[in-house]
């Protein structure tokens, strides 16, 4: 049965490659990378819960927010996903895997800033509010867009409000007191990209206790639903080659080649495991 649901995940990942960045259900498409990792967890009960926080926001939307008050969307949302559904940063065990599976933080209500941004982003989309993730240096944030300039929030932290202040006091606490705020620090990510982010915090994981293999197979997962991300091929080429596997790692490399022509280094390695294999 385990092996049937990462196999039926991942043929739902490879269509979600397929679709515009626009289409993708970006809660629906988390599940489905969180059943690969733990396919023996209760994925529909998860869906149920994707569900659940669906329904109470559309309830508990009010008129200030539906006509495009920012503010009043946080407020909502927080309200919803850390009041009523009672879900919170996992500062106590942040590095634990399960941070960074759906499944397991819908079980546990405790993720990484990431995986509860993606909570956040399907919140507004069934409420019909433009949101959309932000790639904040070591520590993802989400924007609110309405009539006036977008909120962002923290998701994290019970989704509190930041204000430039706290941006400027953040980037100071992650980077070091000579770090600044500067504006590609706030650039909107798609809904592709903010998966990556989420898997990516697996793959890291994986490598760091040098788990190779469970760290290629993340890798080629995320592939899966971003099929044309010349540095994920690069990455699962270099994977290969520590596996030894030169054969694959070839083919890996020579895809991002032709995904990123311009990349010299890639020719280099390419041309390097051609020799070994002479």
């Keep these: 049965m385990t092996s049937t649901a990462i ?20 809660g629906a498409a988390a599940l489905q990378l969180a059943r690969i990792d733990a396919p023996e967890a209760d994925w529909a009960a998860a869906s149920s819960m994707l569900s659940a926080i669906a329904r109470e926001v559309v309830a508990q939307a009010t008129a200030e927010a539906d006509a495009g008050d920012a503010e009043a969307r946080r407020q909502v949302l927080a309200q919803v996903l850390h009041g009523y559904f009672g879900l ?19 079980e546990r209500s405790r993720g990484l800033p990431v995986a509860l941004g993606v909570l956040w982003l399907h919140a507004a989309e069934a409420a019909g509010w433009e949101a959309y993730g932000v790639d904040f240096p070591g520590h993802f944030l989400v924007a609110l867009r309405g009539e006036e300039n977008p909120v962002l929030v923290d998701v994290f932290h019970g989704g509190a409000r930041l204000e430039a202040p706290d941006l400027r006091a953040l980037i100071k606490r992650l980077e070091g007191e000579k770090a600044e705020l500067k504006p590609n620090m706030l650039t909107a990510m798609t809904r592709r990209a903010v998966l990556l982010r989420l898997q990516n915090n697996i793959k890291l994981r994986r490598l760091r206790v040098g788990d190779v293999a469970a760290a290629l197979d993340c890798a080629e997962d995320m592939l899966r639903i971003s099929p044309d991300h010349p540095g994920l091929w690069r990455e699962v080429g270099l994977m290969n080659q520590r596996l030894e596997r030169i054969g694959a790692a070839l083919t890996a490399l020579e895809r991002a080649l032709r995904l990123a022509p311009e990349d010299r280094r890639l020719r280099g390695l390419i041309d390097e495991l051609r020799n070994r294999l002479n």
């Design 7 to 26: 196999a039926e995940a991942r043929l739902a990942l490879d269509a979600i490659g397929k679709l515009p960045d626009a289409e993708i259900d970006i």
């Design 88 to 106: 919170e940063g996992d500062a106590e065990s942040y590095d634990d895997l399960a941070n960074a599976n759906l499944i397991r933080v819908l």
